[in-house]
Structure formats: C-alpha cells, structure tokens
C-alpha cells in the first residue's frame, strides 16, 4: 500500500522557545480552534508531554474523539504523533520540525497516511498539513 504525504511550511517570527512551547503544550491546543477540547490521557515520560503522551481531541459536533501517541519528542526541535483512534485515515501520522531562522522560527508540519483510493488520500493530507500549520501559526502569533 503506497502512502501519502504533504509538508506544509511556514516561518513566524517568533523564537524556537516560544514556538516549542505552544507545539509541547497538548491541553493548550483547545485555544487553537473554537469548541475544542484536549485532554492528555496518559503522560509522557520524562516530560509529561513528551514520548508516549497520549491527548484526546473533541470537537463539536457528532464526529468521535481523535486520540492521538507522541511517538517523536526531541524539545524546541521535533514532535511527531500518530493517530490511534477517531481519524478516517489508516496509519494517519504527523510531524512538526522547528527550524530556527533570522526572521524566527521556520515551522514545518507533515502529514503521513496510507493511501486506499488514489489521489483521495493525498489531497487529504495536503488540505490537512494546511489547515494544521494555518491553526498552529495563530495559536504560535497570539
């Protein structure tokens, strides 16, 4: 089964701490869209929102609960998480890689997913790296 793969890019100009402090913080993530709300259900070790932390992400409406395992956490570099559960996707992963530049930090979020029907898929996880990496830089200018 073949997978797709989007990277979407921005630069904000904001410091890497700043930028890995908004990323880090899971329950923070209910600031980044309206009605939502995260839970961490598991700590990560030794950071509590680090490896094998486990978030659950609600939203309003009658879609399920997305829960999602960190399962990359290098700070003020690197998180990468993968979806367990509430996600139409199979093997659904993202990754967000920080960057430090002259104007801030340069934000990169990829999205991973196999890919079932051709073409579908892959315009899905490009619409999605977007609207991640559009919510994401908000929350990071606030």
């Known amino acids: 089964m073949a997978t797709s793969s989007a990277t979407a890019t921005a630069t904000v100009q904001r410091p890497v701490e700043h930028v890995w402090a908004v990323?880090?913080?899971?329950?923070?993530m209910s600031t980044w869209g309206p009605g939502l709300t995260v839970t961490l259900v598991t700590e990560g070790a030794p950071d509590r929102n680090g490896l094998g932390a486990v978030r659950r992400i609600t939203a309003p409406g009658p879609m399920p609960a997305i829960v999602e395992?960190?399962?990359d956490f290098e700070p003020g570099t690197r998180?990468?998480?993968?979806?367990?559960s509430g996600v139409p996707f199979k093997n659904y992963r993202g990754d967000v890689v920080l960057t430090p530049t002259s104007a801030g930090t340069r934000i990169d979020y990829a999205i991973s997913l196999d890919e079932?029907?051709?073409f579908v898929e892959r315009g899905a996880a490009a619409l999605v790296a977007r609207v991640l990496l559009s919510a994401f830089v908000r929350a990071c200018n606030r």
């Open 69 to 71: 395992e960190v399962v």
């Open 23 to 28: 990323l880090a913080d899971h329950e923070g």
């Open 79 to 84: 998180l990468g998480y993968r979806a367990r």
């Open 116 to 118: 079932r029907v051709p």
